[in-house]
């Protein structure tokens, strides 16, 4: 092998080194602070997807939901024997055009939804609050009742007529009725927040504001652990 040659002098090959080190660095230096500026992102992934998440409570809402948490009574539940679901008449017909209660929450939560002639949706997609995930099919899709209707029976709802249950169970004034996917909600069941919260953590807040809204607006009862666990929630909201 023929041995390699210098360049002339070195010198002018160290200063190009010098220089071209210089101006890489001083992009290096302008697009980081492109960044903390916002202009640019530099976060890996697809651009084309945006990752959602869950709206933030305001700071008077979680003020209200402590308030109101003060006001609710601190008992240990009644479950009494008797509950059935049938005794909370939901999903009403006819509530909003030729719409039932379900169908209505899937037209409020959902983006582009279309529906047929029986109101029921066809298209569109449903972000699910609980596990953060968006959703293109209306059948992955719940509509979960914040406080469930067996945590209602055993937190007061057992003594109310069949009329009141059926209004608490198509509940569409309050914060009651959220859209989100089945396998959360099944997950769920008719747990109270001492014994299960939504995967997403970062939607605990929304859940326990709402959760303590709509036990406030029903006069309905929380039990030692209950009240534990949303204090614990709202501590950190």
């Given at each position: ?52 998440s ?19 009574r601190?008992?240990e ?9 049938a ?32 109101c ?16 293109t ?12 209707l ?84 709202l501590?950190?909201?």
């Amino acid at each position: 092998m023929l041995p390699r040659t210098p360049a002339k002098g070195g010198k002018p090959t160290s200063r190009l080194t010098a220089i071209i080190s210089t101006v890489v660095g001083v992009l290096v230096l302008a697009a980081f602070v492109l960044q903390q500026l916002g202009v640019i992102d530099l976060e890996s992934g697809d651009p084309a997807v945006e990752q959602q998440s869950a709206p933030e409570s305001s700071s008077a809402d979680v003020d209200q939901a402590r308030e109101r948490l003060e006001e609710i009574r601190i008992e240990e539940e009644d479950d009494p024997p008797g509950y059935d679901r049938a005794l909370f008449p939901h999903w009403d017909s006819g509530v909003q055009d030729n719409c039932s209660t379900r169908q209505v929450v899937l037209l409020r939560d959902g983006e582009d939804v279309r529906t047929g002639d029986t109101c029921q949706p066809t298209s569109g997609s449903w972000y699910s609050a609980y596990d953060g995930e968006t959703y293109t099919d209306a059948q992955d899709i719940d509509i979960d009742h914040m406080v469930a209707l067996k945590e209602g029976w055993r937190s007061g709802a057992h003594a109310w007529s069949t009329e009141e249950r059926q209004k608490f169970a198509n509940d569409l004034d309050s914060s009651q009725l959220w859209a989100v996917s089945a396998s959360t909600n099944r997950a769920k069941g008719d747990a109270d927040p001492a014994n299960w919260m939504p995967p997403l953590e970062s939607s605990h807040c929304d859940y326990v504001v709402s959760w303590i809204e709509v036990k406030h607006k029903w006069d309905l009862t929380a039990d030692p652990d209950e009240e534990s666990a949303l204090r614990e929630v709202l501590a950190g909201c």
